[in-house]
């Protein structure tokens, strides 16, 4: 009774998690971690300092984006995709086109271009880049001429009443008019203004010009992210795909031996305890076929927000889940790559050389500056009748008391470089570790497919001598259901190892900023 009982569904599923808990505890983890700081993106760039002088860019700079490679909704482990979505751009996107009855076959080159077009993450990193330098010019303006000019034509009456001219005109006969006019003049004139030198604007330029960069290598890093979030979605879909494939061939193999099980139950060679066993094993794997067939349709409706296919559109996966040892580069070599190729450390670095130049642009609004004005037109009181004119001026303005009004900003600059240098240096950890866990995970998940592949061979051997020795009526069922229960949790050991080692493959090909260009390289062992 013992072992009718521990050959039911219990004892499968809890095999399966046992099994699977170290494969899928890392994508749950990395969805935790990587949600939670996912809060600071998308921040446009912001000036390097306001027309009064302020400068608080440090604070609201370009960050660099952030995204999360835990599992979807599809593999019934993560956190569903649409609240991914909700807080990762990552894992949404722009649809493009419209949806055919053609179905599409999807290569994993085409996911990652598709992806590289139309990801939301990637749209927004965009137009982050185009408002930093749209605050670029507006910076630069300050330093540049300003010409405008107008054209004035004047006809008025004055009530000099108003203005208190009363009685009589200096006290003679005539009286003071209460009106003059109406009057008329016209004026035409060109203005130009410069500033010759103002050292707080010269730094909030270099700050704005940093930040333009920061944004620049932010929109790569985004590329970086958006290879990783589709390789991650295309590859859980041909695990999916594994699944149903290795299940619906479980369940063939179950409905063959229930058949066989009631034949010899009616033949009066098997007792009934058999049957009724051969049916929980195929009702067992009819319901885990129904799952993995939904949780694949869910698998592929994640790829395809990811990337942007038209609502609806049907797809199929023209790419196989390839499995190719990967030497990697040593430790300090791929650190080095790391710390000289990754966008967001580079975008962190031009991040902390615009907080520099902002706090240095708040310190010089105490330093004297010097502005040129000048005009030239023609007035007089028709265009017809004008006369020539122009002004020239220069004003030297001195700071002397501003109500401590930069001693306030230029702490709150102070505050923002040293927040951007600790982040500078914090990214630098986290690459580390980043780099070090990746060549951890890559050893260890091809370790995994080696001892998979084999406890597969050894699982098939063993069903097929436990379904002879019940052919021959050496022995029940029991053993052959107990085999295909082995033969299940080392197909999906297997499928779950091999996903994790094409993942491991992708992260490493991001820690050290190679993703876009490696990892189809990498995915084929190269």
Do not use: C
């Not at 619906?248 to 063959?256: G, L, S």
């Not at 319901?287 to 395809?304: C, E, M, S, Y």
């Not at 993942?503 to 490696?518: D, M, R, S, T, Y």
């Amino acid at each position: 009774m013992k072992a009718d009982a521990d050959s039911g569904v219990g004892r499968p599923f809890r095999t399966f998690i046992k099994d699977h808990f170290r494969v899928f505890s890392l994508p749950i983890l990395l969805t935790f971690v990587l949600l939670s700081q996912n809060s600071g993106y998308g921040q446009t760039a912001a000036p390097a300092a306001d027309a009064s002088g302020s400068s608080d860019s440090a604070s609201r700079s370009t960050s660099s984006p952030r995204y999360n490679p835990g599992s979807s909704s599809a593999d019934g482990f993560g956190i569903r995709a649409t609240t991914q979505s909700q807080q990762n751009p990552f894992f949404g996107s722009v649809p493009s086109g419209h949806a055919t009855s053609e179905v599409l076959a999807l290569t994993f080159a085409d996911a990652i271009n598709r992806g590289l077009q139309q990801n939301l993450g990637i749209l927004l990193s965009g137009d982050n880049t185009l408002s930093a330098r749209g605050q670029k010019w507006k910076e630069l303006s300050n330093l540049l001429p300003n010409l405008s000019g107008n054209v004035l034509e004047n006809v008025q009456e004055t009530s000099l009443a108003a203005l208190g001219f009363n009685g009589s005109l200096f006290g003679g006969g005539a009286n003071f008019p209460s009106v003059i006019g109406p009057f008329n003049y016209f004026d035409a004139r060109v203005y130009l203004t410069q500033s010759l030198f103002n050292f707080s604007y010269i730094e909030r330029n270099r700050a704005a010009s940093q930040n333009l960069k920061a944004a620049q290598y932010s929109y790569k890093d985004a590329r970086e992210l958006v290879v990783l979030a589709t390789g991650n979605a295309y590859l859980q879909a041909l695990s999916g795909a594994a699944r149903v494939e290795a299940t619906d061939a479980q369940t063939r193999t179950a409905q063959a031996l229930y058949n066989k099980a009631v034949d010899q139950q009616r033949a009066g060679l098997s007792p009934n305890i058999d049957s009724l066993r051969a049916q929980v094993e195929l009702q067992t794997r009819q319901q885990q076929l129904i799952v993995a067939r939904n949780d694949f349709a869910k698998q592929k409706l994640t790829l395809a927000r990811i990337i942007g296919l038209p609502p609806g559109q049907d797809f199929s996966l023209a790419d196989q889940a390839p499995y190719a040892p990967l030497t990697t580069l040593g430790l300090e070599q791929s650190l080095q790559r790391a710390y000289s190729s990754r966008a967001d450390y580079q975008a962190a670095a031009a991040q902390v050389k615009m907080a520099e130049f902002s706090h240095k642009a708040t310190v010089s609004q105490h330093l004297p500056s010097l502005d040129f004005s000048a005009d030239y037109g023609a007035i007089g009181i028709s265009p017809r009748s004008t006369d020539t004119t122009y002004r020239l001026s220069g004003v030297l303005n001195i700071p002397i008391f501003q109500g401590n009004r930069v001693h306030g900003e230029t702490l709150q600059a102070e505050a923002n470089l040293r927040q951007s240098r600790a982040q500078l240096e914090n990214l630098r950890g986290q690459i580390d570790y980043e780099v070090r866990t990746a060549i951890l995970d890559l050893n260890s998940a091809a370790d995994q497919v080696a001892v998979a592949r084999s406890s597969v061979d050894l699982a098939q051997q063993t069903l097929t001598q436990a379904q002879d020795r019940f052919t021959a009526g050496v022995t029940d069922n029991l053993e052959v259901v107990q085999a295909q229960e082995a033969l299940a949790n080392a197909n999906d050991s297997y499928i779950a190892s091999l996903y994790a080692h094409n993942l491991a493959k992708v992260e490493f090909a991001k820690a050290i900023g190679f993703a876009e260009e490696g990892v189809k390289q990498y995915l084929k062992g190269k």
